[in-house]
């Protein structure tokens, strides 16, 4: 069980990663092969606007990889909470708010890790 936790926290981590490269440096080359539904022509003018979300993207992936240093059981477990309920949050409302693929992509990892924290 340990080891399904941490690899989905490694998952997620890795998902808001690639996040962070998409959004902040591949915003104007990738990025429109991805997001298939958004104006092509409005990815250069949102170019700074992306690179700030891929920056929070950075810190939710910082946090999860954090957990992997953290020696003390209880603290380990506390900032797993905090950051996977983030990435949970962030989810949600990009479901609501975007595309319900975003919950799957997004939310749904981290949920499944933050329900096996809970019953291990």
Not at 44 to 52: G, R
Not at 86 to 115: D, E, W
């Amino acid at each position: 069980m340990a080891l399904l936790i941490k690899i989905l926290i490694g998952l997620t981590a890795f998902l808001h990663l690639y996040f962070l490269w998409l959004e902040m440096f591949a915003w104007t080359s990738r990025a429109p092969k991805v997001f298939k539904g958004f104006p092509k022509d409005l990815f250069e003018p949102t170019k700074a606007l992306a690179a700030n979300q891929g920056l929070y993207n950075g810190f939710l992936a910082a946090g999860l990889i954090w957990t992997f240093f953290i020696e003390d059981d209880h603290w380990r477990f506390y900032v797993s909470i905090f950051f996977l309920s983030c990435v949970i949050i962030a989810g949600i409302y990009g479901a609501f708010t975007v595309s319900k693929k975003i919950f799957f992509v997004q939310a749904l990892p981290a949920l499944i890790a933050l329900v096996l924290l809970h019953i291990r």
